[in-house]
Nanobody, 115 residues
Framework: QVQLAESGGGLVQTGGSLRLSCAASGRRFSLNTMGWYRQAPGKQREFVALITSSGGTNYADSVKGRFTISRDNAKNTIYLEMNNLKPEDTGVYYC?????????WGQGTQVTVSS
């Protein structure tokens, strides 16, 4: 059974930083493009960042220059380093393959940025 477990969220002030982790189990994802997504209160889930199997990255315009996605294939884990956080970054953050597969959604990790 495939499981993606997100962690590392929390409450931070505007301008603060967090590092999210997503540990995968049940299969290897080293050949997959992986992504981070988020869902703000009352809004649809949206794309945040992706990383290809070879390490290429792409970001939503709203997080470019502030967020960095990375992966450790040996640990079957991806990361999201978030700097200069803003209140509009508040939401539940999820990881998944890219494009997302509905069966792979986990519980997510809550990020709250206070103004």
């Amino acid at each position: 059974q495939v499981q993606l477990a997100e962690s590392g969220g929390g409450l931070v002030q505007t301008g603060g930083s967090l590092r999210l982790s997503c540990a995968a189990s049940g299969r290897r994802f080293s050949l997959n493009t992986m992504g981070w997504y988020r869902q703000a209160p009352g809004k649809q889930r949206e794309f945040v960042a992706l990383i290809t199997s070879s390490g290429g990255t792409n970001y939503a315009d709203s997080v470019k220059g502030r967020f960095t996605i990375s992966r450790d294939n040996a640990k079957n884990t991806i990361y999201l380093e978030m700097n200069n956080l803003k209140p509009e970054d508040t939401g539940v953050y999820y990881c998944n393959v890219f494009p997302a597969v509905s069966d792979y959604w986990g519980q997510g990790t809550q990020v709250t940025v206070s103004s």
